[in-house]
């Protein structure tokens, strides 16, 4: 339910931009911005605030598991890393500088520059990306663990977006847990600013229907960078 008072629609709006609900609710918000005019510009204020905040930052060192991080993605090295955040309320106000530095980070490394980016993280754990997308400026949708996940042959891990929530969610196809894949552009389809992607655990061969039946693993929204 969308509060009444507009400064609870602001908050409510902020935490959306930044991905912090569960999916339900970021469908509902993401269906109330489609059709309130008010509501939309609010969410464009929001997107511009936090990357605006993202200059107000102090220089800090980065971490050594991300540089491997970097270092793999680039071809320099093949290293297992985790990316591990100590603070939920740190993701609040940080996701934003996060995606910036990555962008910066793998831009003057690769050739076809990501279009768009977004980090995949378990819901209610901020804390715990699990996975990154990169969409390069072809289209070409690239997904990446940051962390080894295994499943029993009981279930399959299958790989949705939702672009229109008029339209429902759309598989992807199913993921073999903690192994990269790419998707062509042809199958993705186009992509824009706050689209979802997500990974549910589902029925062995994935989902019996057109939308997603089991509980989701990771979730998370693309920005353009």
């Known amino acids: 339910m969308i509060p009444d008072d507009r400064q609870e629609q602001h908050l ?32 464009s204020q929001w997107q511009e605030h936090w990357l605006g905040a993202t200059e107000l930052l102090e220089p800090a060192p980065l971490p050594p598991r991300l540089w491997r991080r970097v270092a793999r993605r680039a071809g320099l090295a093949r290293p297992w890393w ?15 500088s996060l995606l910036v530095v990555v962008a910066l980070l793998l831009g003057p490394l690769r050739q076809d520059a990501p279009a768009y980016t977004v980090v ?16 390069s400026n072809a289209g070409d949708l690239q997904l990446t663990p940051l962390v080894e996940s295994r499943y029993s042959a ?53 989902s019996p229907g057109a939308r997603p039946t089991g509980p989701v693993l990771y979730i998370g929204r693309a920005v353009a960078l």
């Open 154 to 206: 009981q279930h399959s891990v299958q790989f949705w977006t939702l672009k229109d929530p008029g339209k429902g969610p759309r598989s992807l196809g199913l993921v073999e847990p903690s192994q990269p894949m790419v998707i062509p552009a042809s199958q993705v389809g186009g992509v824009q600013s706050g689209q979802l992607f997500e990974l549910t655990l589902e029925p062995p061969g994935g």
């Open 12 to 43: 409510l709006i902020a935490e959306y931009v930044l991905g912090l609900h569960d999916a339900q609710r970021q469908q509902e918000i993401a269906a109330w911005l489609d059709r309130d005019a008010e509501a939309s510009r609010m969410a």
């Open 82 to 96: 985790q990316l591990a955040w100590q603070s939920p309320g740190l993701w609040r106000t940080m996701t934003a």
């Open 120 to 135: 995949l993280q378990a819901p209610g754990e901020a804390s715990s990306p699990g996975w990154q997308i990169t969409v």
